[in-house]
């Protein structure tokens, strides 16, 4: 029996690490999750796939575990999802941030570079990087000038993402992705936060939902949608980076306004306004052109806004009501 496609995937214990492993094994790949050593691992996202995905330790912080797993799993499709990923956190620990979401791609790459050249890497590059964007929808051309310092970590490791392809020859694909949510997102992240509390107040186990900025608009698509994307991209004859995105947007309030409504509810009667909740720089609006993806990957989003309010509402209620 010949070889199987292998890849090895950081950030396997989040939420895209999880669909797109899932999605890869599902096609008959070899799938190793690259998963960090914590004293209290709950990697609830990756429990399903059971002993089909292979775990390895290592961490975004250490070079010499990052070599030492490209070596030995020798892949053909490197995915660095890992990050600190969360905004608000980048601006209390923007060291820290910088040191994972920036440098830990700088060690990806490195250890590619010294221990596996062949492997085609895919890093997750953001809208972040937008941030104060011009035009009404951003594409591959649209300039960067990130808000946060997890969007300018992650310009730092796309910018570097390309620089190994055009100095060392590596096959490096930046995917700049605009958000992506499901029932498996962190609750910590707005949309989740919204479907969580709707479930939650519908159940009775709460009262009311504390949010900040309700009229910023973002382009929200599904993460399974998005995860068939970076394969996608790895699989292109010349790596290039691409825009994934849904090219719609909508406003924070259009989602717990759905999302409530889905429930019978109306998010007025129990939403109420933080201060402190507001982002110390906004971005107010994100909408991307994926016009390249559809036309080179044949890319498109099957699930539509409605229909992701839907499924992380009815995941939550499921999930909350047991
Ligand atoms: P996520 O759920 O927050 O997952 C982040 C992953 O990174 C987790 O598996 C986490 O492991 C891991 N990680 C953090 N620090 C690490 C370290 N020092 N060493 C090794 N692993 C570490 O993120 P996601 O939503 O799946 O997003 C995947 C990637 O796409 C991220 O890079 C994110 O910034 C980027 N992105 C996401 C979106 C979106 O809308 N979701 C949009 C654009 C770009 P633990 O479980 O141990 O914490």
Redesign the pocket.
């Known amino acids: 029996m010949g070889r199987r496609p292998t890849a090895l995937v950081?950030?396997?214990?989040?939420?895209?690490?999880s669909f797109l492993a899932e999605q890869l094994l599902a096609d008959g790949w070899r799938v190793v999750g690259?998963?960090?050593r914590?004293a209290s691992p709950n990697?609830w996202r990756i429990a399903h796939l059971g002993d089909r995905l292979e775990r390895a330790s290592?961490?975004?912080?250490d070079l010499g575990s990052l070599l030492s797993v490209i070596q030995q799993v020798r892949p053909d499709h490197v995915y660095n999802?890992?990050?600190?990923?969360?905004v608000p956190t980048s601006w209390e620990q923007p060291l820290l941030t910088g040191e994972?979401?920036a440098l830990?791609a700088a060690r990806v790459l490195e250890a590619v570079r010294l221990g596996w050249p062949q492997a085609r890497v895919y890093q997750?590059?953001?809208?972040?990087m937008f941030g104060l964007a011009r035009g009404s929808a951003q594409n591959e051309q649209t300039p960067f000038h990130p808000r946060s310092p997890y969007g300018v970590a992650?310009v730092y490791a796309h910018h570097l993402a390309v620089n190994y392809r055009e100095s060392h020859g590596l096959f490096v694909v930046g995917g700049i992705?605009?958000?992506?949510?499901s029932e498996r997102?962190?609750e910590e992240f707005v949309t989740r936060k919204i479907s969580r509390a709707a479930a939650r107040i519908k159940l009775g186990l709460q009262q009311h939902l504390q949010l900040g900025a309700m009229d910023v608009r973002r382009d929200w698509g599904f993460?399974g949608d998005y995860t068939r994307a970076m394969r996608l991209m790895l699989e292109q004859d010349e790596p290039q980076d691409l825009v994934i995105a849904t090219g719609q947007d909508w406003s924070v309030q259009d989602f717990a306004e759905r999302a409530f409504a889905e429930l019978g509810l109306r998010w007025q009667d129990h939403v109420r306004h933080d201060p402190g909740l507001l982002r110390p720089a906004e971005i107010q609006r994100l909408c991307g052109d994926a016009s390249e993806a559809r036309r080179r990957l044949g890319w498109a989003p099957e699930i539509d806004f409605d229909g992701l309010v839907r499924r992380m509402v009815r995941a939550d209620l499921a999930r909350e009501g047991r």
């Open positions: 950081t950030g396997v214990t989040g939420q895209d690490g690259v998963q960090r914590s990697p290592a961490d975004l912080l999802l890992a990050a600190q990923s969360f994972v979401t830990g997750a590059g953001s809208s972040e992650k992705l605009f958000n992506h949510e997102r962190g993460a």
